[in-house]
């Protein structure tokens, strides 16, 4: 899993705070954003999200409901919604970072509870374990990382 992916899978998972990948988010260039938002529109449909989740997607992301993004969410299918919230004007790309975030979240949720309760092999699955074991292992070496450090280390 590629650095980005561990971004986005730890935000959606609520390891990072959103406040902080929201900052991360605004930081990238046009083309960035929009691959970052086309890569959580793959993962959310990965992860069977569906315009079921868009009510609760919405509460979590902190968007109003009347929100473009969280509008578009809801209408129906999914795949061509999501075509429309990544490719939305620069103006509304923090809400759809934020509203994607919470829908994979939200997908995720749910596929962890019905298909990977009992353990699973999903690298992202097990990102809480991981970054346990790197503040771990740098707290008894003196030095704690912050995620953005771990991000930086292994140079994204």
């Not at 129906?76 to 509203?99: D, Y």
């Not at 975030?101 to 749910?110: E, F, P, Q, T």
């Amino acid at each position: 899993m590629d650095g980005r992916a561990v971004i986005l899978n730890e935000l959606a998972q609520g390891i990072r705070p959103l406040a902080q990948g929201v900052g991360w988010f605004e930081g990238l260039g046009d083309t960035e954003q929009f691959e970052v938002l086309r890569d959580l529109a793959r993962f959310c449909i990965q992860a069977r999200a569906t315009s079921e989740d868009g009510p609760e997607s919405s509460r979590r992301a902190g968007i109003r409901p009347t929100h473009t993004p969280a509008v578009l969410v809801t209408r129906g299918r999914l795949t061509e919604q999501l075509t429309k919230i990544i490719n939305l004007p620069q103006g509304e790309r923090v809400k759809a970072f934020r509203l994607l975030v919470a829908l994979l979240g939200v997908a995720d949720d749910r596929r962890r509870l019905r298909f990977c309760a009992g353990g699973c092999g999903h690298a992202w699955h097990h990102l809480k374990t991981r970054a346990a074991t790197e503040t771990a292992t740098a707290r008894s070496s003196g030095v704690v990382w912050t995620p953005e450090d771990r991000a930086v280390a292994a140079g994204h």
